[in-house]
């Protein structure tokens, strides 16, 4: 329970999938001008990460892993798909897309009608295929985890886009130097939310951990790291180990 | 450019400047920001798209009589991730450290959307030659804005440019810091980039003031 609170808050502030990692930043920016659109691009994003974010997962870890081919029988053992992951990813998010778009158009028209436009758009959201992505570079555990991981971050998404359509909306009243009107202004101010959410870092780090650098995506360095640290432990147990054995003597 | 025509050089000069695809189209910004914090990481991920674009656009352009227009999307899709996927594997053999900085950002260059705004705009309707310079001029548009934002980040971030100290050493305090000169840690945090990139459309809008959006 603690581990799914953790990652739900961790995606949704510490690796804001806007201002943390520049995701989706394309339909970020083209459809923040209003509230009401950026609503309903927001709502579709967490729908489509919520759905292909696990079966993704599913994917991952009994197709592409290394070794994940195993319940086929142990002569598959070997077998590492990993390098297909992109192919495999975007065509389950395509399929996944069309799949929704029908299964919403036939049961409810009137959602259909405020997401439809945008689902189309959605196959091409870095920040689909970027929660797929990260959910593979991190390691997410369980299917339950990655469920989590895939809602919170479309959360994130959706706040974010959310706050820059509200300040698009505002700042139309104010007098914006003319070469920075439009996208630059909207750059400069998303620099600045980005700066704001920094301040979330700390929040769900402990004590000892250094912060996390979320563009470089450290998890591979920090589990190196890690396991450093581990076999620095067992040599000092090593170490000790011998010296008690020498004093014993 | 005596091989190229007027036209064709067009199609290479234009994205560089007044059609750029980060400034002015707003396509492909979501790996322009997140992997700029190095000039060498910018520079493999400008050249990565290069190839990508290009040789996508070639592909695309030579099956677009083929390809059934309800589906395109999906068979786009698959060409690129197929030209992604080499890049990763030519990355993770040749330069194991480096795809590991830019993590998944190059499978993001899937969904980058240069490329599918190239594809649909340029060479669902284009013959392979325009195309295939099409793809090297938006790359190039690209890359141009990869390096600057890299360029101005690693140097005022973290004082070197490639890794190679161009402004002396912080800790023995040489050059530069000889003076009293700090790094600006600022320029190493992710939003950054952004306020770059917003500086930089900042500037060429008050340059080419034909640029100017409407209010």
């Known amino acids: 329970m603690l581990e799914h609170l953790e990652l739900f808050f961790k995606s949704i502030f510490v690796d804001n999938m806007v201002f943390a990692v520049f995701l989706g930043?394309?339909?970020?920016?083209?459809?923040?001008?209003?509230?009401?659109?950026?609503?309903?691009?927001?709502?579709?994003?967490?729908?489509?990460?919520?759905?292909?974010?696990?079966?993704?997962?599913?994917?991952?870890?009994?197709?592409?892993?290394?070794?994940?081919?195993?319940?086929?029988?142990?002569?598959?053992a070997d077998y590492d798909l990993g390098f297909l992951s992109f192919i495999l990813f975007i065509a389950t998010i395509a399929t996944m897309v069309q799949l929704v778009e029908i299964v919403v158009e036939k049961f409810s028209p009137s959602l259909y009608n405020s997401l439809g436009i945008f689902l189309p758009l959605i196959a091409v959201n870095c920040a689909i295929l970027g929660g797929s992505l990260f959910m593979q570079t991190r390691e997410i555990p369980n299917i339950g985890l990655a469920f989590n991981y895939g809602i919170s971050s479309g959360i994130g998404w959706f706040l974010a886009i959310l706050a820059i359509a509200a300040i698009r909306e505002k700042i139309r009243y104010s007098n914006v130097p003319a070469p920075l009107r439009g996208l630059g202004i909207t750059f400069i101010i998303t620099g600045l939310m980005?700066?704001?959410?920094?301040?979330?870092?700390?929040?769900?780090?402990?004590?000892?951990?250094?912060?996390?650098?979320?563009?470089?995506?450290?998890?591979?360095?920090?589990k190196i790291e890690k396991e450093k640290e581990i076999k620095e432990e067992i040599e000092d147990e090593e170490k000790a180990v011998s010296y008690n054995e020498a004093i014993n003597k | 450019m005596a091989l190229l025509n007027k036209k064709d050089s067009k199609l290479i000069?234009?994205?560089?400047?007044?059609?750029?695809?980060?400034?002015?189209?707003?396509?492909?910004?979501?790996?322009?920001?997140?992997?700029?914090?190095?000039?060498?990481?910018?520079?493999?991920?400008?050249?990565?798209?290069?190839?990508?674009?290009?040789?996508?656009?070639?592909?695309?352009?030579?099956?677009?009589?083929?390809?059934?227009?309800?589906?395109?999307?999906?068979?786009?899709?698959?060409?690129?991730?197929?030209?992604?996927?080499?890049?990763?594997?030519?990355l993770k053999a040749f330069a194991y450290e480096l795809s590991k900085t830019l993590s998944v950002f190059v499978g993001l260059i899937i969904t980058n959307c240069i490329i599918m705004g190239r594809f649909e705009a340029f060479a669902l309707g284009n013959g392979p030659k325009k195309a295939f310079l099409d793809g090297i001029g938006n790359a190039l548009g690209y890359g141009v804005i990869?390096?600057?934002?890299?360029?101005?980040?690693?140097?005022?971030?973290?004082?070197?440019?490639?890794?190679?100290?161009?402004?002396?050493?912080?800790?023995?305090?040489?050059?530069?810091?000889?003076i009293g000169y700090e790094n600006n840690g600022f320029m190493i945090i992710p939003p950054a980039a952004l306020i770059v990139v917003g500086i930089i459309i900042w500037v060429q809008r008050s340059r080419n003031r034909a640029l100017i959006e409407e209010a």
């Open chain 1, 25 to 76: 930043m394309c339909s970020y920016l083209a459809v923040s001008k209003k509230v009401s659109t950026a609503v309903g691009l927001g709502a579709a994003v967490i729908f489509v990460l919520g759905v292909t974010v696990p079966l993704n997962w599913l994917l991952d870890q009994y197709l592409l892993k290394d070794g994940a081919l195993v319940w086929l029988g142990p002569e598959y």
């Open chain 1, 194 to 222: 980005g700066i704001g959410f920094q301040s979330f870092g700390g929040m769900l780090t402990g004590d000892n951990e250094p912060p996390e650098e979320a563009t470089k995506a450290t998890v591979k360095t920090e």
């Open chain 2, 13 to 90: 000069l234009d994205p560089l400047a007044d059609n750029n695809p980060i400034t002015i189209q707003v396509l492909g910004i979501c790996s322009a920001l997140a992997i700029t914090a190095e000039l060498k990481a910018s520079v493999v991920m400008a050249l990565s798209v290069l190839f990508v674009l290009s040789a996508g656009n070639v592909v695309i352009s030579l099956l677009r009589n083929i390809i059934p227009s309800k589906i395109r999307i999906i068979v786009q899709l698959v060409v690129v991730a197929a030209l992604v996927i080499i890049v990763d594997q030519v």
């Open chain 2, 146 to 178: 990869l390096v600057i934002v890299g360029f101005f980040r690693e140097l005022l971030g973290s004082g070197t440019l490639f890794g190679f100290k161009v402004l002396g050493d912080p800790v023995t305090k040489t050059g530069l810091y000889s």
